[in-house]
């Protein structure tokens, strides 16, 4: 499918590499520094923790939800009086505490892109963070300027609202366009509904991984002390393949960018993934591996 003009003009932002790359060495510092808390509070940022999904969209939409109101109720104030102004300054100031939890996730997610998804990644974050400037001048004028600037706060908060859709846009192409950070196993048209032989059970070494395919799905074959345990291959953060990444004390570690999985049930125990591996049951046949889903595919 060709570009469109937009998607063009935010890939040829070379400039803006830089901008990113000393975002992410700072943030990166950011979680080093708080010590031992700086793990758990990343993948709690990333959605590891507690949602078990990514968390930056879901905050997202306090931001885009407050502005968006925080406009109608600016001008539903100016021309019918049946609101107050207040109303306005109010749905900002939650807005930008919205926006303040949504950068914070945002970086952290922000840290582990690359390449294209990065140069998007990137446009959206300064296109946000010049919306959360706009909108913090609009409410210093509310506050500070009296009655007579309200009109140009409003004009502000106004103009950041249409600077926060194309954000937005450029949010939603990372992640519809280009597919950052989907889970791949979504994708996966078939696997093992039954049991399935993948290979003999010597092949499957002590204490390394194998991948196999079983049905025409990539399955990861690993032995937890000495027991086979069989999981979707494909990393959940963007689908790297696990069995090149490394076991270290019964944990996969994703080769891309170090998320951890454990090996006896697949649970993400660090992000930047979110979602568990999916599963599969194991036993030995006559020295010969079978596998099965140990969930449906696509069945609800
Ligand atoms: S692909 Fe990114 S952590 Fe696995």
Known sequence: MPETPLERFVRKQGWVDPIGSAAEKATNATYRALGPAGTPLRNLMHGTYLLRHPLHPAITDIPIGAWTVGVVADYAAHFSHAIPESAGDIALIVGLLGAL??????????TDTFALERRFANAHAITMTVVILVMTLSLFLRWFAGA??????VALSTIGWLVLLLGAWIGGHEVFAIGYPVNRNAFVESGPEDWTPVGPEVSVPADGMVMVEANGMHVLLARNQGAICALSDVCT???APLHEGSLQNGVIVCPYHASEFRLRDGRCVRGPATMDLPALHVRETDGVVEV????PLHEP
């Open 237 to 239: 953060h963007v689908g």
């Open 292 to 295: 099965k889903l140990a969930d």
């Open 101 to 110: 939890l949504a950068f914070v996730t945002g970086l952290t997610d922000f």
């Open 148 to 153: 007579g600037a309200h009109p140009v706060a």
